[in-house]
């Protein structure tokens, strides 16, 4: 019901973010049931305590300030030692009376994820072009259809009468758009320079928004090594790329104004400007950040001999003090040292920027829009200027920048649940608040685009966004599995070479041997180069076949709508000769009419019984029936409203 009260106010291009942020809210529960199901709750019930263990145990250095705002804050404390990231999940192959294989599923589930959401954003995208597909309209008689078939005479509410009328009227104003926009002649020259120009000044500002992302993530690992650093400092790097969201697309709004495309296009042009923005800053990141996980796994072969070395020592020393072979009481958990674990640092940052993220965007609901609109209602009766017509105005929504938000975040989602399984909960309250509170601000705050234009007949753009940024957030995840080797003192692959060791491991434990010959046959790369080679193929012939048929669709419309206006045009030929065939009978004396209709019975009698096949008609003798000789007795007279009529 929110969906469509917006849809009636602003058309459907802003209620179709909304249908997408709830489809995304829809895909994100089940990404919550399958982690929060297999990973979370099991080590929740069946793993071992808190404090039982270093990497479930705060550091003795770090317990005064554990419980700080600050700290918690910043995700630090005991927050980062919680089931909400990597480090805290237990190497041990089984854990519980269920015997549960934790590494297993943690491993499975995190693989898992990016294979549901690919199959679930590939069918979505296939069952919107079906839908495209089967659609009917070919824009004909566009107007007289909304005017005349757009009520619903089975409404009785009337709140969603008024929702009604407002649909129909803004589905009239996305039409006149459309129309005008098809009529409408353009300097084809200046058109052409305006456009190399406006991507020539986003191009500048894409390239200065990486470098500036990469130069404050270097300032960030500077920082991260000092004592005693500011609140600033600490989250400089999330307050950059939040701000950088914030206004990179208003000023690639501004300078799209230059091209002149239809409003439809402008969005799918502003969109893939914001997403090569997004994109860049991200990838810089992640670049700027693998830099810092190098720097940590180059430190941990250092900690994890002096992690040894102390254990070893504590070890030795106890037993030599106390003269005896008795085993001393184990080291605190809270004394050993520890490996930085990467992957929770990980973690860790994917989900302040998710945080900060939720923040900016809803700061900017409240102040850019809420306040901006309560100022311009209140003050705009005692101001120099109309407010409401000039500066500020009320603010229109951002259709393509929310959706690259949801997307992108989308994506940091996909990236970091690997390392901080607790983010797919944080995301499924942002998405569920969103919904409301953007429905609110939306209705409350906002004001319809000066231009409303009707939103595409398939969502398949966004799908294709989002399948691309899924892809993209699938490789770092997939570089880190199977090419860096993980800590040695946290998470559930540690004490392994590589994370997918755990597979190598599980059948050869659990499984007989012919079925890991069968797989290794099978992960062979002379079987599998061929199945891709066959795979792409095959994804070629299908494409081929489907251009070929929508190609047959359209040729299938043309000749539909040729035939169509053929035979308008023989009714209307027919229509005009039965005229010009009156108007002649007018000018004849009433005897030769009577002659006439004589003549024209005879003929439909001798036709009917089969003795003739034509209008001259041949008698049984083989001899003709002479026409009736008519004089005509009086000038052709103009019929009104038209021409004069004239014959041989």
């Given at each position: 019901?929110?969906?469509k009260?917006?849809?009636?106010?602003?058309?459907?291009?802003v209620?179709?973010?909304?249908?997408?942020?709830?489809?995304?809210?829809?895909?994100?529960?089940?990404l919550?049931?399958?982690?929060?199901?297999?990973?979370?709750?099991?080590?929740?019930l069946?793993?071992?305590p808190?404090?039982?263990?270093?990497r479930?145990?705060?550091p003795?250095?770090e317990?005064?300030?554990a419980?700080?705002?600050?700290?918690?804050w910043?995700?630090?404390?005991?927050?980062?030692?919680?089931?909400?990231?990597?480090?805290?999940?237990?190497?041990?192959?089984?854990?519980?009376?269920?015997?549960?294989?934790l590494?297993?599923?943690?491993?499975?589930?995190?693989v898992?994820?990016?294979g549901?959401?690919l199959?679930?954003?590939i069918r979505?995208?296939a069952?919107?072009?079906?839908?495209?597909?089967?659609?009917?309209?070919?824009?004909?008689?566009n107007?007289?259809?909304?005017?005349?078939?757009s009520?619903?005479?089975?409404?009785?509410?009337?709140?969603?009468?008024d929702?009604k009328?407002?649909?129909?009227?803004?589905?009239?104003?996305e039409?006149?758009?459309d129309?005008?926009?098809?009529?409408k002649d353009?300097?084809?020259?200046?058109?052409?320079?305006?456009?190399?120009?406006?991507?020539?000044?986003?191009?500048c500002?894409?390239?200065?928004?990486?470098?500036?992302?990469?130069f404050?993530?270097?300032?960030?690992?500077?920082?991260?090594?000092?004592?005693?650093?500011?609140?600033?400092?600490?989250n400089?790097?999330?307050?950059?790329m939040?701000?950088?969201?914030?206004?990179c697309?208003?000023?690639?709004?501004?300078?799209?104004?230059?091209?002149?495309?239809?409003?439809?296009?402008?969005?799918?042009?502003?969109?893939?400007?914001?997403?090569?923005?997004?994109?860049?800053?991200?990838y810089?990141?992640?670049?700027a950040?693998?830099?810092?996980?190098?720097?940590?796994?180059?430190?941990?072969?250092?900690?994890k001999?002096?992690?040894?070395?102390?254990?070893h020592?504590?070890?030795?020393?106890?037993?030599?003090?106390n003269?005896?072979?008795?085993?001393?009481?184990?080291?605190?958990?809270?004394?050993?040292?520890?490996?930085p674990?990467?992957?929770?640092?990980?973690?860790?940052?994917?989900?302040?920027?998710?945080?900060?993220?939720?923040?900016?965007?809803?700061?900017?609901?409240l102040?850019?829009?809420?306040?901006?609109?309560?100022?311009?209602?209140?003050?705009?009766y005692?101001?120099c200027w109309?407010?409401?017509?000039g500066?500020?105005?009320?603010?229109?929504?951002?259709i393509?920048?929310?959706?690259?938000?949801?997307?992108?975040?989308?994506?940091?989602?996909?990236?970091?649940?690997?390392?901080a399984p607790g983010?797919?909960?944080?995301?499924?309250?942002?998405?569920?608040?969103?919904?409301?509170f953007?429905?609110?601000?939306?209705m409350?705050?906002?004001?319809?685009?000066?231009?409303?234009?009707?939103?595409?007949?398939?969502?398949?753009f966004?799908?294709?966004?989002l399948?691309?940024?899924?892809f993209?957030?699938?490789l770092?995840?997939?570089?880190?599995?199977?090419?860096?080797?993980?800590s040695?003192?946290?998470g559930?692959f540690?004490?392994k070479?590589?994370?997918?060791?755990?597979?190598?491991?599980?059948?050869?434990?659990?499984f007989?041997?012919f079925v890991g010959k069968?797989?290794?046959?099978?992960?062979?790369?002379?079987?599998?180069?061929?199945a891709?080679?066959?795979m792409?193929?095959?994804?070629?012939?299908?494409?081929?076949?489907s251009?070929a048929?929508?190609?047959?669709?359209?040729?299938?419309k043309?000749?539909?709508?040729?035939?169509r206006?053929?035979?308008?045009?023989?009714r209307?030929?027919?229509?005009?000769?039965?005229?010009?065939?009156?108007?002649?009978?007018?000018?004849l004396p009433?005897?030769?009419?009577?002659a006439?209709?004589?003549?024209?019975?005879?003929?439909g009698?001798?036709?009917?019984?089969g003795?003739?096949n034509g209008?001259?008609n041949?008698?049984?003798?083989?001899?003709?029936?002479?026409?009736?000789r008519?004089?005509?007795?009086?000038?052709?007279?103009?019929r009104?409203?038209?021409?004069?009529?004239?014959?041989?």
């Amino acid at each position: 019901m929110k969906i469509k009260e917006v849809e009636s106010h602003f058309g459907s291009s802003v209620a179709s973010y909304f249908i997408f942020l709830r489809w995304m809210y829809g895909v994100n529960l089940v990404l919550f049931g399958l982690i929060f199901g297999l990973v979370v709750i099991p080590e929740i019930l069946m793993g071992m305590p808190y404090g039982s263990v270093p990497r479930k145990t705060v550091p003795r250095n770090e317990e005064k300030t554990a419980m700080d705002f600050s700290v918690l804050w910043d995700f630090e404390g005991y927050a980062k030692y919680s089931v909400l990231f990597y480090g805290f999940y237990n190497n041990q192959r089984t854990i519980g009376w269920l015997k549960f294989r934790l590494p297993l599923s943690y491993f499975m589930v995190g693989v898992g994820v990016f294979g549901y959401s690919l199959m679930v954003v590939i069918r979505t995208m296939a069952s919107n072009a079906n839908e495209n597909t089967s659609d009917g309209d070919d824009g004909n008689f566009n107007f007289s259809f909304k005017m005349f078939t757009s009520w619903d005479y089975l409404i009785g509410n009337p709140e969603t009468a008024d929702n009604k009328f407002a649909s129909i009227t803004t589905s009239f104003k996305e039409s006149i758009v459309d129309e005008e926009e098809s009529k409408k002649d353009e300097n084809i020259h200046l058109t052409r320079f305006l456009r190399v120009l406006a991507n020539v000044m986003i191009i500048c500002c894409l390239c200065g928004s990486g470098y500036l992302i990469y130069f404050v993530v270097k300032r960030s690992q500077t920082f991260s090594k000092m004592q005693n650093v500011g609140w600033y400092e600490r989250n400089e790097v999330e307050i950059v790329m939040s701000l950088l969201g914030m206004f990179c697309p208003p000023l690639f709004e501004t300078i799209a104004n230059l091209e002149d495309y239809h409003p439809r296009v402008a969005l799918k042009w502003q969109l893939g400007r914001i997403f090569a923005l997004f994109l860049g800053n991200l990838y810089t990141f992640l670049l700027a950040l693998m830099d810092d996980v190098n720097e940590k796994l180059a430190r941990e072969d250092v900690i994890k001999n002096i992690t040894h070395w102390t254990l070893h020592n504590y070890y030795n020393i106890s037993s030599s003090d106390n003269g005896t072979d008795t085993t001393p009481p184990p080291l605190h958990p809270a004394d050993v040292p520890r490996g930085p674990c990467w992957e929770t640092n990980v973690g860790v940052e994917f989900v302040r920027l998710t945080v900060s993220d939720i923040l900016v965007t809803y700061v900017t609901i409240l102040v850019g829009d809420f306040l901006r609109a309560c100022f311009v209602r209140f003050m705009n009766y005692c101001w120099c200027w109309d407010l409401e017509a000039g500066f500020p105005s009320y603010a229109e929504f951002d259709i393509s920048g929310n959706v690259l938000g949801l997307v992108f975040n989308q994506g940091m989602i996909w990236m970091g649940s690997f390392y901080a399984p607790g983010l797919i909960g944080i995301n499924v309250l942002r998405l569920l608040t969103s919904m409301y509170f953007q429905c609110w601000a939306v209705m409350s705050s906002n004001v319809p685009h000066e231009r409303v234009f009707k939103a595409s007949k398939s969502n398949n753009f966004y799908m294709g966004l989002l399948l691309l940024i899924l892809f993209l957030s699938l490789l770092p995840v997939a570089y880190t599995i199977m090419s860096l080797p993980p800590s040695f003192d946290c998470g559930p692959f540690s004490g392994k070479n590589r994370m997918f060791d755990v597979i190598q491991e599980t059948m050869q434990n659990d499984f007989p041997p012919f079925v890991g010959k069968i797989i290794s046959s099978i992960a062979n790369p002379g079987l599998i180069i061929p199945a891709i080679l066959l795979m792409v193929l095959a994804i070629y012939y299908l494409n081929a076949v489907s251009k070929a048929y929508q190609q047959a669709n359209i040729d299938l419309k043309k000749k539909m709508q040729m035939q169509r206006e053929e035979e308008k045009n023989k009714r209307n030929n027919n229509t005009q000769v039965n005229s010009v065939m009156r108007d002649l009978e007018e000018l004849l004396p009433p005897s030769a009419r009577n002659a006439l209709k004589l003549q024209s019975a005879v003929n439909g009698t001798v036709s009917g019984n089969g003795k003739s096949n034509g209008p001259n008609n041949a008698r049984r003798d083989g001899s003709s029936v002479p026409p009736p000789r008519i004089a005509v007795t009086s000038p052709p007279v103009p019929r009104p409203g038209g021409g004069p009529m004239g014959g041989p």
